[in-house]
Each structure stands twice: as structure tokens, then as C-alpha cells.
């Protein structure tokens, strides 16, 4: 989809009977810029509906208190329940929840021989390898036996490890009083075992208020160090789609959207089909083809999405003592959530694709282009410094301060204390070394490092402008269009006279001032009456003609590429000749010391 990809300059060359040449340069930079602003009008009005489609989008007591209310706030019973559970009143538990575990085995894990007669039993941390798949306690009962996932289960990233699904499931009843007898069952049984590693708690509930549904799961981890960490994931995510009058707007800009996706997809081909091997060597055409993939995958998530509801509804439906599995649709609802959101990102960037025209985005992109192989020699220094004061840091700090607890902490601290956000009193625990660190890093990244990078930026940047000074400004500008078309309008609508077209001769002046020129000075078909009559002498026909080429040729402009790839090659040619004017100076030199040097001798 490159803008006016079919305008091609045109030179048509006529040879007169007298055998002058005459060039006439056809290429129009209004119709160029007409095309270029349609396609970017069209891709506005794509990016709006893109947008508009995104942003539619372990204890009894407080567990079961939690899961269970069959009281108002004035400790009245609820009498309308029917057997249904209504967290705070407003949403209602779907299915019943979930209890599960994964278990590590015994002996995972190796005992220095010092100390193997004091202890019989090592359970690791939890690893896919280590965990405990067979059945333990009461054996004839669903919940003391190992159940697998399936492959496509979502795995789970707590504060110390990454659990897998499956485990020893536990499915609560309907009934609070059920309820509190089965944990009562399994705690009295000993369910949770000295080799537990993780316990999660899922449930669902739906708010028809605001219809959403929210995935809910309560997580318990014991690391092999001892203790329990807890932490928690909450999904609101919107599975019913199309519920009010707004949601059907957001389902025509969905179809919108797929008829934008049909009709890009279309022209990439066409592209392809044209282009072959040439179009995949334009950096905007692969952002093209990955947009169109992360829409049509998106597609196939909202069609995948809507099917999964309905079939997750029918059989909670038609049985309510079932646990809902919602936490696999909110889980790929973020990871859909997550390649949207890159998606739109790339889908605004693409706009600087239809301001090319620009003279400031050709200077920024010229600018950037030019600098590159700076910036990465310039980042090559920079992050050898920053990963040297990242594992200084990490070593002298890490075991006594979280934020350089880990590499990767590190990393983010140290982009903290560049931007200035970070507590300095942390590093106190080292009193020496402390300080020095943190002072000596500010002064080499911040003082020093960060500015000779905007000295790279700001040098070349000067140096473009520079070069674009001295460029002639044949840029078509957009007012100049607008107050063409709004001109034309005018005369459609009668309110101003046809009867000069001055907006068309600015317009074509400022666009083609050698082809006027020539066009105003050329001899009609037939010649007038008066040259014939009166034919120029030859050395007049002569004259003229040198004339006119001479203008054509002060006229013919150089493009900002080729007159920046001339800039480099005469450059490069000065490098050269100062390299050579260096070494004939140095043989020179050698020359005059040996010269020296036979004259001694002789004397």
C-alpha cells in the first residue's frame, strides 16, 4: 500500500524538425499528494475503528464467609437465594470454586553427608521434574488422586516458581455447610502434606449490572525455605458481547474492521503479485503484513471467544455443582489484550508513513538514518558500563536490598537512579561503598554518557538541516491544495466567476517551473505565420537553442537522496585526499632527512 505507488516520473522525449530536444516532465506532485492524503483518510478512519473496538473492551472461616453470603449487613437471612451465592450482594457466584495443589516428592534435593543422620526427608522447590504425581491418603476419593491438564492449560508465574496445571483438585459444594465439613475432612486427613509447594483457590462470579465477569485466583506458595507467600490475580474481563445498544455500534465497527482487514489484504497481494521480490525489501510493507496477522489472529480469538462462552454456559446451565473453567478464557483474553495493544501501537506508527511528504519527517528520518552507526558504537560503551555497575551493584547490595536482589532488579534500578526515582538511604547498608557507587554512576551515565548520545543527535541534526538549506524548496505545500479545491468549489457552486484559474497557474508554477518555461517558449504544431515568414538566421536558432537547454538544466532538480548521496561521496573523496596529502608529506619529509643525511656523509 505504498501512496501513489503507481506514479512514476515520465520523461517523453520529442524531437522537432530544426532537431532540438524538448523534455517534458509529467510527474505531478499534486496528484501524489491528492493520493497520499486519501490513503491517509482512509487509514484515520480504519485506526478510529481499530480504536474504538479496543477500548470497548486458605482459612474456612474467610474463605467460606467469603465465598458464601447468606446475610445482609443487618445479619437478616437472605431468603431469595435459591441456592445461589451473591458476593457482595451484587455478584453471583457461578458454579462452585476450586481447590488445588502441587506437591514436590521426597528426596528431590541432595543432603551434604554431614547431615544426612539428622535429616531423613529433602523436598525441593517446586520444577516440572520434581512434582508428585502419585496418589496419597484416602485413595477411592477424587480429590487425594493426581488429575492432568490438558496442553494447553495455561501455566501459572508466582513469586517463586512457574506451576503448571493440574494437580490434587478439590471441588467444594454449593452448601456453606457442606463446604466447611469437607475442608474440616481434608485438614483432619492431612490433604496438605509436608511437600506441598502451591494451593490455588479459583472461582468466577458475574455482575449483571455492568456485565462482566470476574475470574478470580487466591494463591498460597510454600517455598523450600519455609513460610507461605500469598498473592492473588483478578480478571474483569467482558464475555457477553453484545448485551446494550453500544455493544451492537462496537459489533458494526467489528465488522468494519474485517472489511478493512479483506480490503488490505487484497491490496498487499496485488502489491506482491506487481512488486515480487522488490516489496518485502520496504520496511513499512512488513509492518503492513504484521498488522494484517494480529488482526486476522485477533478475529479468530473474538470468533474462538464467543463460541467458548456459549458452550461454557450451556453446560454450567445444566449442571450448577461444577466449577466453571473461566480462568482459560481470561487468560488468553489478556494475552489477546497484550497483541492488540502492540498492534494499535504499530497501527499509529504507520501514520508516518503518509506524512513523508513532510519536510520535517524527511529531516527527522534522514536524520536518525544517518546517525545510526554513532548510536550503536555509542550503545555498545553504555551498556558495557551499565552491565559493569549492574553486577557491581547486585554483588555488594543484593543480599540486603530487594531492589538489587536479582540482575534483573538491578537493571531497573539503575534506569531508576537515571530518571531520578530512587532511595538513596537503601544503599546505606554499605556506608563505603555505598556512596561511591551511586556517585560515581550518576557522573559516568548521567553527566557524561547520556549527553554525549544527545551531542550525537544534536551534531547530526545540524548537519541535515544544513544540508536541506541548500536543497531548492520544490515541496508541494498542503495549503496550496486546499485553497486550490476550495476554489474549485467555489466556481462549482457559482459563487465566484471562472475567470482565471490562478490558483491552478500557483499551483502548477510552484510544481513545474522548467516545464512551463519550455512549454511557454515551444513552437506550435503547424508554427506561427510570423516565424514562418520570418525564420530565425541559424545562429539565432543556435543561440536559442543553448539557451533553453541551459535553462532546462538549471532548472532540473536533485532529489534529497541523491544529493545527500553525493554529499557522503565527495566527503569521502576529501578523506582520501587528505590521506594522500599526508602521506606525500611524509615521503616528502623521509626524502628531505635522507637528503640531509648524504649530505653529512659527503662532508
Not at 543480599?399 to 531520578?420: A, E, H, K, Y
Request: aromatic letters at 14%; charged letters at 20%.
Amino acid at each position: 500500500m505504498e501512496p501513489a505507488a503507481a506514479l512514476q516520473p515520465v520523461v517523453a522525449v520529442r524531437r522537432s524538425g530544426g532537431g532540438a530536444t524538448t523534455a517534458r516532465v509529467s510527474y505531478s506532485k499534486e496528484r501524489e499528494l491528492k493520493t497520499t492524503l486519501l490513503e491517509l483518510l482512509i487509514y484515520i478512519t480504519f485506526l478510529v475503528t481499530l480504536s474504538l473496538m479496543t477500548f470497548g473492551m486458605f482459612a474456612e472461616g474467610p474463605l467460606l464467609d467469603g465465598l458464601y453470603w447468606s446475610t445482609w449487613y443487618d445479619n437478616r437471612t437472605v431468603t431469595d437465594l435459591k441456592n445461589a451465592s451473591y458476593i457482595f450482594y451484587e455478584n453471583l457466584l457461578l458454579g462452585v470454586a476450586q481447590i488445588r495443589q502441587l506437591k514436590v516428592r521426597n528426596n528431590t534435593c541432595s543432603i551434604y553427608p554431614y547431615f544426612q543422620p539428622f535429616l531423613k526427608s529433602c523436598y525441593s522447590r517446586y520444577s516440572y521434574k520434581a512434582e508428585d504425581k502419585s496418589d496419597f491418603g484416602l485413595k477411592d476419593e477424587p480429590e487425594w488422586k493426581y488429575v492432568s491438564a490438558s496442553s494447553f492449560s495455561p501455566w501459572y508465574w508466582g513469586s517463586v516458581g512457574f506451576y503448571r496445571s493440574g494437580g490434587f483438585i478439590v471441588t467444594l459444594p454449593r452448601s456453606k455447610q457442606e463446604s466447611m465439613e469437607k475442608l474440616a475432612s481434608l485438614r483432619k486427613n492431612g490433604w496438605i502434606t509436608h511437600g506441598t509447594r502451591a494451593v490455588f483457590i479459583d472461582f468466577s462470579t458475574f455482575n449483571a449490572n455492568i456485565n462482566l465477569f470476574c475470574i478470580v485466583r487466591l494463591v498460597v506458595e510454600f517455598p523450600a525455605t519455609g513460610g507461605a507467600l500469598t498473592s492473588f490475580q483478578i480478571h474483569s474481563v467482558k464475555l457477553l458481547r453484545y448485551v446494550s445498544y453500544y455493544d451492537y455500534f462496537l459489533a458494526s465497527c467489528e465488522v468494519a474492521f474485517c472489511l478493512f482487514i479483506l480490503t488490505f489484504i487484497i491490496q498487499e497481494a496485488i502489491e506482491i503479485t506487481r512488486l515480487k521480490m522488490e516489496y518485502f525489501r520496504s520496511a513499512w510493507n512488513w509492518l503492513d503484513m504484521l498488522l494484517i496477522a494480529v488482526s486476522i489472529l485477533a478475529i479468530c480469538f473474538n470468533i474462538y471467544r464467543t463460541i467458548e462462552v456459549s458452550l461454557l454456559m450451556e453446560e454450567l446451565l445444566s449442571n450448577a455443582h461444577v466449577y466453571p473453567d473461566f480462568y482459560f478464557l481470561a487468560f488468553w483474553q489478556v494475552i489477546y489484550d497484550n497483541v492488540i495493544a502492540i498492534n494499535v501501537f504499530f497501527a499509529w506508527i504507520k501514520i508516518f508513513k503518509y506524512v513523508s511528504f513532510s519536510k520535517t519527517m524527511t529531516q527527522l528520518s534522514s536524520t536518525l538514518s544517518r546517525c545510526a552507526k554513532d548510536i550503536i558504537g555509542f550503545a555498545i560503551m553504555f551498556f558495557i558500563i551499565f552491565i559493569a555497575y549492574a553486577q557491581f551493584s547486585h554483588l555488594v547490595f543484593g543480599p540486603q536490598v530487594d531492589d538489587f536482589s536479582t540482575f534483573q532488579n538491578c537493571i531497573f534500578s539503575q534506569f531508576r537512579i537515571v530518571l531520578g526515582d530512587f532511595n538513596f538511604e537503601s544503599l546505606e547498608v554499605n556506608s563505603i561503598l555505598g556512596p561511591i557507587y551511586y556517585i560515581s554512576f550518576v557522573f559516568f551515565v548521567f553527566f557524561v554518557l547520556l549527553n554525549m548520545f544527545l551531542a550525537i543527535i544534536n551534531d547530526t541534526y545540524s548537519e541535515v538541516k544544513a544540508d536541506f538549506a541548500v536543497i531548492p524548496n520544490e515541496e508541494l505545500h498542503i495549503a496550496d491544495l486546499f485553497r486550490q479545491s476550495y476554489n474549485k468549489a467555489l466556481v462549482k457552486l457559482k459563487l465566484r466567476k471562472p475567470e482565471t484559474d490562478l490558483g491552478d497557474e500557483n499551483l502548477e508554477s510552484k510544481e513545474f517551473p522548467s516545464t512551463k518555461r519550455k512549454d511557454t517558449s515551444k513552437p506550435s504544431k503547424g508554427g506561427s505565420p510570423h516565424e514562418k515568414r520570418h525564420p530565425k538566421p541559424p545562429k539565432l536558432q543556435k543561440e536559442s537553442l543553448h539557451r533553453s537547454d541551459s535553462v532546462a538544466a538549471s532548472q532540473s532538480s536533485v532529489s534529497p537522496e541523491e544529493f545527500q548521496r553525493l554529499l557522503r561521496q565527495t566527503s569521502e573523496l576529501e578523506k582520501e585526499l587528505n590521506s594522500a596529502n599526508a602521506k606525500l608529506s611524509r615521503i616528502m619529509k623521509s626524502m628531505q632527512q635522507l637528503k640531509n643525511a648524504s649530505g653529512k656523509t659527503t662532508q
